[in-house]
């Protein structure tokens, strides 16, 4: 298959407007005998005479009338394509923009960014949907813009990462709680009643594999699927539950929190689009609210 000479659309275009070979040489700065010439290959290519002699002017043919408004649009939204990106206007954006979010992050971040982003462009939308996983698919397909969470394996080597805030686990007991006076000692944690997060079904975690590693285990009493339920759990029982701190600080409040007496590594929670996205204005300003909103 040979593949068109798109620069022909201009050109015809011009003539279909014109009407004349002179003016439409003129208007696109070439010679009568060059634009004579590119009208003898839109000829060739599209079976048509397109302009024909009448008197001493051209006049178009049916088809070249039926093509006229035709090529005038592909031509404008081919400029529209090439032109480089208008300045952003906020105020008269209008847009929905979809950010799945690990739990907790709604809770704790949400306002302040709905503020941010409805103070500065009324006309956009912000919908939160839930984390199940970490599948990049919906990033690739578009039924996401935006994602927050720790960057695994199963993140597409495409996808853009930024690093939002680091987080650490803490250990979050009712009030009146055991562990809500004195000291908590490893032992003291691991001699509680617990409940554990986990997405997958696991009923083991990191917290685990480092009391092991200090010779004790815990009881695990129940396994639930997110944090805000875990929090729910420990605020009405005598439950202990590990959440990350600045994930879950809405969700903590009222309750009593305590370092992990356990060794356990530092969380990076990052922000997460694909790079179709990367040059868009609004989607760059919604980043930069993300960011500055979790600073």
């Not at 068109?4 to 279909?16: A, E, M, S, Y």
């Not at 634009?35 to 024909?52: H, I, Q, Y």
């Not at 982003?117 to 039924?143: I, M, Q």
């Amino acid at each position: 298959m040979v593949t068109p000479d798109l620069n022909l659309l201009v050109t015809l275009d011009v003539l279909l407007a014109e009407g004349s070979v002179a003016r439409a040489a003129r208007r696109l700065r070439l010679s009568p005998s060059a634009m004579s010439r590119a009208l003898a290959r839109l000829r060739e290519t599209t079976g048509d005479p397109l302009l024909v002699r009448a008197g001493r002017g051209l006049v178009p043919t049916p088809r070249a009338l039926e093509l006229r408004d035709l090529v005038s649009r592909l031509v404008q939204d081919g400029e529209a394509v090439l032109r480089p990106a208008e300045a952003l206007d906020l105020a008269k954006l209008v847009r929905i923009f979809t950010l799945r979010t690990s739990e907790g992050f709604v809770e704790t971040f949400g306002p302040n960014l709905i503020a941010r982003v409805g103070a500065e462009a009324p006309g956009v939308r912000l919908r939160f949907v839930a984390k199940p996983d970490k599948d990049s698919t919906p990033l690739r397909d578009g039924s996401v813009d935006l994602e927050t969470g720790v960057v695994g394996k199963a993140m597409g080597p495409e996808v853009r990462a930024q690093a939002l805030f680091h987080d650490r686990f803490v250990g979050v007991v009712r009030p009146g709680h055991p562990l809500s006076q004195g000291a908590v000692t490893s032992a003291r944690y691991a001699a509680g009643r617990h409940v554990l997060v986990s997405r997958q079904g696991h009923d083991k975690g990191r917290v685990d594999d480092a009391l092991n590693a200090l010779g004790l285990e815990r009881e695990i009493v129940t396994i639930v699927a997110g944090f805000s339920t875990a929090l729910a759990l420990a605020r009405s029982t005598d439950l202990i539950a590990s959440v990350p701190e600045r994930h879950t600080a809405a969700l903590r409040a009222g309750m009593h929190s305590f370092t992990l007496p356990v060794p356990l590594p530092e969380i990076t929670v990052s922000l997460l689009w694909h790079p179709r996205l990367d040059a868009d204005p609004a989607h760059r300003w919604l980043r930069a609210c993300v960011r500055e909103v979790c600073a």
